[in-house]
């Protein structure tokens, strides 16, 4: 039995994929510290910034949009539209709609654009075809089954910038503050794993569904000069400081819980995860607030010994979403029993980027392919 190693300093483990632990101190913290350090004591953080905002407004002259911000209604897409409008920028929200939102994320969405009188743009992607594309991923037994709405959002923002001739999209889909880093083998994404689970599981064809594949990425990046910028990763952002924000200026409302503004993604990280696979997010997102000083690590340890759903409603969350995905509990109880697989056991481009790393990496320093600023 393999001995588990403990980080002194933040509540990961060692058999979290991805986590080495030396001295004490695992490696996500240490990945932490160098980045933090650039953050508060490097003034190249601020004159790159500076310069990316200067950058964003020259190329928007004359156009009625300079960027994109993808929404959700969530904590983080929030702050980043307020943000976005505050540094003189004039974004147009993008929101891509599989179903599943929440009606507080529905409401602070409308909130928060009419406060800043920000365009909004919402893809509402095929139901049917949509829902065939979740239980294929349900089906294949893997632990990446948001990642249909995570490439479709991505997709959708891609296909925006191209439509308005914008050239920067405001990513805000992670934060080394409050996200941490999730392991590949908790979540893996690319269009070619899409494809191959839909192919084997599937019983539509993805006519409608915004996938990204190789040939997007070259056309986005390369052929239309679409660049990616994590602007939370630029300025303080301080998750209690920005809820009470969001609050107070736009009568924001909270959902209670990491990516709890989806619907889905609340029942797949509080239940489907952690009882099929064994995998408790908590872990990544509590560890990153507490090396940002967010979280105490006493604190942390309690809340992960209780359940990461409320035992009163999870079985009419569970009810909610096999309703939807019309999906019998016998059914359900199936899959969940399903022999464990994961990315690897289909195709995906993850080869190519191991076989072309460095040729990918020369590509990036060359600006002939996607570098996230």
Same mark, same amino acid.
């Given at each position: 039995?393999?001995n588990?190693?403990?980080?002194s300093? +933040?509540?990961?483990?060692?058999?979290?994929?991805g986590?080495?632990i030396?001295?004490?101190? +695992?490696n996500?913290?240490?990945?932490?510290?160098e980045?933090?350090?650039?953050?508060?004591e490097?003034?190249?953080?601020?004159?790159?910034f500076?310069?990316?905002?200067k950058?964003?407004?020259?190329?928007?002259?004359?156009?009625?949009?300079? +960027?994109?911000?993808?929404?959700?209604?969530?904590?983080?897409?929030?702050?980043?539209?307020?943000?976005?409008v505050?540094?003189?920028l004039?974004?147009?929200?993008?929101?891509f709609?599989?179903?599943?939102?929440?009606?507080q994320s529905i409401?602070?969405?409308k909130?928060?654009?009419t406060k800043?009188?920000?365009d909004?743009?919402?893809y509402v992607v095929?139901?049917s075809?949509?829902?065939?594309l979740?239980?294929?991923?349900?089906?294949?037994?893997v632990?990446d089954?948001?990642i249909?709405s995570?490439?479709?959002?991505?997709?959708?923002?891609?296909r925006t910038?191209v439509?308005?001739?914008?050239k920067y999209?405001?990513?805000s889909?992670?934060?080394?503050?409050?996200e941490?880093?999730?392991?590949?083998?908790?979540?893996?994404m690319?269009?070619?794993?899409?494809?191959?689970?839909?192919?084997?599981?599937g019983?539509?064809?993805?006519k409608?569904f915004?996938?990204?594949?190789?040939k997007d990425?070259f056309?986005?990046h390369?052929?239309?000069?679409?660049?990616?910028?994590k602007?939370?990763?630029?300025?303080?952002?301080?998750?209690?400081?920005?809820?009470?924000?969001?609050?107070?200026?736009?009568?924001w409302?909270?959902?209670?819980?990491k990516?709890?503004?989806?619907?889905?993604?609340?029942?797949?990280?509080?239940?489907f995860l952690p009882?099929?696979?064994?995998?408790?997010?908590r872990?990544?997102?509590?560890?990153?607030?507490?090396?940002?000083?967010?979280?105490?690590?006493?604190?942390?340890l309690k809340?992960?010994?209780q359940?990461?759903?409320?035992?009163?409603t999870?079985e009419?969350?569970?009810?909610?979403?096999?309703?939807?995905?019309?999906?019998?509990?016998?059914?359900f109880n199936q899959?969940?029993?399903l022999?464990?697989?994961?990315?690897?056991?289909?195709?995906?481009?993850?080869?190519?980027?191991?076989?072309?790393?460095?040729?990918?990496?020369?590509?990036?320093?060359?600006?002939?392919?996607?570098?996230?600023a």
């Amino acid at each position: 039995m393999n001995n588990i190693e403990y980080c002194s300093r +933040c509540i990961l483990d060692s058999e979290v994929p991805g986590v080495k632990i030396e001295n004490g101190i +695992c490696n996500q913290c240490k990945n932490f510290d160098e980045r933090e350090k650039w953050f508060q004591e490097s003034k190249e953080r601020e004159v790159v910034f500076e310069n990316l905002i200067k950058k964003i407004k020259e190329d928007g002259k004359n156009k009625k949009y300079d +960027c994109i911000v993808g929404v959700s209604g969530g904590q983080d897409s929030s702050y980043t539209l307020y943000h976005a409008v505050k540094l003189g920028l004039r974004p147009i929200a993008v929101h891509f709609d599989n179903g599943w939102n929440s009606e507080q994320s529905i409401r602070n969405i409308k909130k928060i654009i009419t406060k800043l009188g920000v365009d909004l743009y919402t893809y509402v992607v095929d139901w049917s075809e949509f829902k065939d594309l979740q239980v294929s991923f349900l089906k294949a037994s893997v632990p990446d089954v948001e990642i249909p709405s995570d490439i479709g959002i991505k997709a959708t923002l891609y296909r925006t910038a191209v439509k308005y001739g914008i050239k920067y999209i405001l990513y805000s889909g992670s934060n080394y503050r409050t996200e941490g880093e999730i392991p590949k083998e908790w979540t893996y994404m690319d269009g070619r794993y899409i494809k191959s689970v839909q192919k084997i599981y599937g019983t539509k064809k993805l006519k409608t569904f915004p996938n990204v594949l190789a040939k997007d990425i070259f056309y986005f990046h390369v052929l239309k000069g679409v660049q990616i910028i994590k602007m939370l990763d630029y300025v303080e952002f301080g998750s209690n400081e920005v809820l009470d924000l969001l609050k107070q200026k736009f009568d924001w409302e909270y959902y209670g819980g990491k990516h709890f503004e989806s619907v889905y993604t609340k029942f797949i990280q509080t239940y489907f995860l952690p009882e099929k696979f064994g995998i408790d997010k908590r872990k990544i997102h509590y560890s990153a607030l507490i090396r940002s000083g967010q979280l105490n690590k006493e604190d942390a340890l309690k809340k992960l010994e209780q359940k990461p759903y409320d035992e009163e409603t999870i079985e009419e969350d569970k009810s909610y979403v096999l309703k939807k995905l019309k999906l019998s509990e016998k059914e359900f109880n199936q899959i969940m029993k399903l022999p464990i697989k994961s990315y690897k056991n289909y195709k995906t481009y993850d080869s190519y980027k191991q076989k072309y790393g460095k040729l990918i990496d020369f590509l990036k320093a060359k600006k002939l392919w996607p570098k996230i600023a």
